[in-house]
C-alpha cells in the first residue's frame, strides 16, 4: 500500500461530521501557497493546490447544494459559531473561501478572515485576493482589504482559460462586495493587462464593476507604462462585450499633407439592445469639417438595417491650372443603407448609395478601390422562390461618372465629371426552372418582365418612365444517348417598348421586337483518368467536358431603334457555334491530417474587395478564422475553362456599326470586353484558369485572346498565397481595347496609340498590385504589411501602404502611412496611427475596415 493511500484512509477516518444546519467540518489538512499579484503565479498557485485539496472537494461534491464542506488544521465550536486555523477551506455552492484563519457562522453565513484570504469561483469565475475581509457565504457580498482579483478566468494547471470575452483584473484597498456580481473598488486600479507590471492601467478613486456589464471609473489616471497620459473625471469599462452604454468615444487624431492635422471625436448612442448610433465629427485644418454618423439595427435575427453618412465641408484648395491658380471644392455626401428582412414571405434586400460628387468620393474616400469605383448603385428588391417559380419585384438606380474633356480631347483641368443615370422604377420580373410537360418529352420555361424605365446622359435623355414589357417562353427535349447530351431547344423573345431611338433622339412611338431562337446544345461523354501512384500523399484524378452549341436568333430586325437600359435590350440577331470545355483536376488524400492553423491576413488579398461589414454585431467568419479542422478528402485543385464562338453572320442581322464598339447579348455572355468593331467571324478565345492547391493557396488567371488581331485583349492574373504567419499577393491587369467617340472614363489613365494590324487606335491599360504581409491583427509581437499599385502605361504610382504593428499582452499599437496618386485629382501623403487597449477600444484615426489586416 503508498504512502499516498495510507495518508487518504487516515484522512477519511479521522474527519467527522458536527450536526449543525447545513455545515459539514473536516479536519483534513490541506497546503496552501504564498500569494502573489500576478496571474502567472496565481495559475502556478492553483496547480499545486488542485493536487491536494482532493477530500475536501470529494466531500463538497457530496453534499447538498446549500451544504458547506470545512478543512482546516484546527476548529472550536462555540454555538454556531466556529474558529478555524490553520489553511482553512470552506466550500460553498460554487465559491471555495481559503484562509490562514476564519470565523464563521453557520446561522447567518457570515465568515470573517484573516492571512492569505481568498475566494474563488461563481458564474463568473472570480478570483479574490485581499489581506483580511469579511464575507457571507449565504448572500455573497463582503468587504476585503488590500485586495487584488480577477475576473473572466479559469486557471486549469498551469494554463489560464478565458471564460468570458472580457476578462480583467482590478486592485483596491478597499473592495466591497454589494451582490453576486456587483463591486465597489476603493483607491484601485483596473486593468486588462497582467499583473504585477501592467502596460496599461486606471488608476482611480472609485470604481463601481458590474460582472457582465461595465466598469463605471470615478476620478480617475489613465497610466501607460506608469506615467499618466489623461485624466478623466468619469469613464466607462466593459467587462462584457454584450454591454453596450452610451458615452463619448475616445478622441482620433492624424495628420495629411492635403487635410492637415486631423482631431475629432465621436459620442455612441446605445438606443436598446438591438439598435445603436454613432455620430461624430472631425477637423480638418486645411480643408474643414468632416461628419460621420452610423445607426445599425437588429429588429429580429433575419434581419438587419444599416444606415452610415459621411460628409465633409471643404473651404477649397488652389490648384495649378492652365488658366492659372483656381480654387477647388472637393466637399460632398456620401450615404450608404443596407438592409434585409421578410416581407409577406418574400425576401427583401436593400442597398441604397447616395453620392453627391465623385470629386468627393476620390478625395476623401480612404480605400482606394472604393476612391476610383466611378459607379454608384442603387436597389431595392423583394423576390420569393415557390416550387420552382421565381417572383421578385425591384427599384433600381445606376449612375456612372466619367470625366469630361476639353476642346483638345484632354481631361478637363480643374477635373470635372458629368455620368450617366439608368433607373428602373418600378421592375416586376417573373421566372420558372426547366418543368416537364405533362408526360412527354418535353420541357417548358419562361422568363417574364415589366419595367418602367429612365435613361440621361449628356446630350441625351428619355421621358422620365417609360414602359418595357418581356416574354421569353422556351420549350426543350433533353435526350440522353450512349454517354452523349443533347438539348434541343426553340425559343420566342417578345419585348414591347412605349418609346423608340430615331436619330439620336428618344421618339413617343412604341415598337416590338419579336425574334426566334433555336439552339442546340451538345456535350459529349466526359473523359476521365483516376491516376494509379499516389503523388504528395494524394490520389488524383483528371476530367475533361467538352461542349459544344450551335444558336440561330432571327426577326430582330429593328435594333437601332431599341433602347439600351440592361442586358435584355442588347439581343441580337445572331448565326453561331460556340465550343469548348472545362477540364478539371481532383486530389483526393490517402490520410487525414490535422492542418496547423494561425490567424492570417485574410485582407491583404490582391483582388479582393474591401471588407465592409454590413450586418451589424455579426462577425465577418472565414476560412482562416475557424477552427481547425483536418480539409476535405478530395478537392477540386484546378479548373480551367475554355471557350471560343464562330459567327456565321458576322453582321448580326445589320445591327453591327462599323467603327465603335458594339456589344450584344451573345458577346456580353462569353466576355465582359468589348470586342466587335467590325464585321468578324471568330471572337477570341476566352480562357479561365483557376488553382487552389490547398486553403492557403489561391491563383486565378483569366486570359481573352484575340486570333483575328493576333494579340491579348485583357488578362488578369491574381496570385495569392499564405505560409504560417506570412502572407503574398500579386495581381497583374492588362486591357486593350479600340478607342472610339464615345465619352472617356472616369479617369483618363493608359495610352492610346495605333494597332500595328489595322491602324485603328486602341488604348492600353496595364496595372500590377503587389502586397507582403507578416503576423497578423492580434498576434503577439510584431506585424506588418505592405501593398502598392503601379500603372505600366503612364509610369507612376498609383498607391501604396505600410503598416506595422506590435501587439502586447493587452495593447496594441499600429502605424500606417498611405500614399494616394489619382490621376490630376489627389497627392496625398497621409499618416495614421491606433493605440488599441484591450476590450476597450482605439485611440487614433485608423479605422478597422481601412486597415491593411
Known sequence: MTLRTRFLITALFLCHQLLASGLVTSQLHADSSPIDDSQTQAAEQHSAESSTKNVCSVQAAQQEDDSATICAEQQEKDGDVYKLRGDVEIHYRTYILRADDVTYDSDTGNATATGHFRIDGGPNDDHIRASHGNYNLTTETGRFYDVTATTGLQFKGSRVILTSTAPFTFT??????????????????ITTCELPRPKWMFEAHKVAVDVGGN???????????????????????????????????????????????????????????????????????RRGFSQRGELRARPTDSSYVDLGFFGVKDRGISVNTPSGPQELREGG?????????????????SNIDYLSSFLFRLAFNEVFTQAVNSEVKSQVFLSKAYHGFSFGGMVERYQNFFQTVDQNGAPSNPPTFDSIRILHTPSIDASSVDRRLDRSPFFWSFDASMSGLSRSEPGFHTSSLLGRFDLSPEISMPVLFGGWSFRPGLALHDTYYTERFVNGVDVNDPTNRDALEASVEVRAPVLEKVFGREFLGSKWKHVIEPVATYRLITGVNNFANVLHFDERDILSNTHEVEYGFVTRLYAKKSTSSIQECEEQMTGLAVGAAAAEQTVPWERISNLDGSECNPGPAAKEI?????????FLDPTFGGALIPGQRNVFATTEDLTGIAFITEPRHLSPLVSRLRAATSSRTDTEWDMDYDFQLSRVNASTLLINYNMGPF???????FLQIPQTNTVSPALNEGTCGPSNISGQTTCKFQQFRVALGYGSLTRRGLSAAASMGFDAETRKLQFATGQTTYNWDCCGITLEYRRYAIANVRNENLFRFTFSLANIGSFGNLRRQERLY
Do not use: C
Open 172 to 189: 483596491g484597498k478597499v473592495v466591497e462586495k454589494t451582490s453576486s456580481d456587483h463591486y465597489v473598488v476603493y483607491e484601485g486600479t
Open 727 to 733: 502572407t503574398f499577393g500579386a495581381g497583374h491587369a
Open 215 to 285: 466598469a463605471t471609473i470615478y476620478r480617475s489616471r489613465f497610466l501607460l507604462y506608469g506615467l499618466p497620459i489623461f485624466y478623466f473625471p468619469y469613464a466607462t469599462h466593459p467587462v462584457a462585450r454584450q454591454a453596450r452604454h452610451s458615452g463619448f468615444m475616445i478622441p482620433t487624431v492624424g495628420r495629411s499633407n492635403t487635410n492637415g492635422n486631423e482631431i475629432g471625436d465621436s459620442f455612441y448612442w446605445a438606443i436598446n439592445r438591438s439598435m445603436d448610433a454613432t455620430i461624430g465629427a472631425q477637423y480638418l485644418s
Open 333 to 349: 455626401q456620401e450615404a450608404r443603407l443596407t438592409a434585409e428582412g421578410t416581407f409577406y414571405g418574400f425576401r427583401t434586400v
Open 638 to 646: 484546378l479548373t480551367w475553362q475554355v471557350a471560343q464562338k464562330y
